[in-house]
């Protein structure tokens, strides 16, 4: 949640209406993942842990697959330094 209010902040300053609009498309993106858990590329460098990332536009989603539960563990604009 951080990550999104991070991003909606930055983007706001700019343009309120794009920032709303991209906060609620990075909101959705998780859905995809609860039907396709493992769509995203497997990061080894996580090993043994399964984690993988998954771009959505100009964003990128980490996050993590433990059993049958799904973490995102952080969001990001791709340009971003991470």
């Not at 709303?20 to 993106?29: G, I, K, M, S, Y």
């Given at each position: 949640?951080?990550?999104?209010?991070?991003?909606?902040?930055?983007?706001?300053?700019?343009?309120?209406?794009?920032?709303?609009?991209?906060?609620?498309?990075?909101?959705?993106?998780?859905?995809?993942?609860?039907?396709?858990?493992r769509?995203?590329?497997r990061?080894?460098?996580?090993?043994?842990?399964?984690?993988?990332?998954?771009?959505?536009?100009?964003?990128?989603?980490?996050?993590?697959?433990?059993?049958?539960?799904?973490?995102?563990?952080?969001?990001?604009?791709?340009?971003?330094?991470r």
């Amino acid at each position: 949640m951080s990550d999104l209010a991070r991003l909606y902040d930055f983007l706001a300053l700019v343009n309120r209406l794009s920032a709303a609009r991209t906060v609620r498309q990075l909101t959705a993106a998780p859905t995809t993942l609860l039907m396709n858990p493992r769509i995203g590329e497997r990061l080894d460098e996580y090993e043994p842990r399964d984690v993988r990332r998954l771009l959505v536009g100009h964003y990128e989603f980490r996050y993590e697959i433990i059993a049958s539960t799904l973490y995102v563990l952080c969001i990001w604009h791709s340009r971003e330094c991470r």
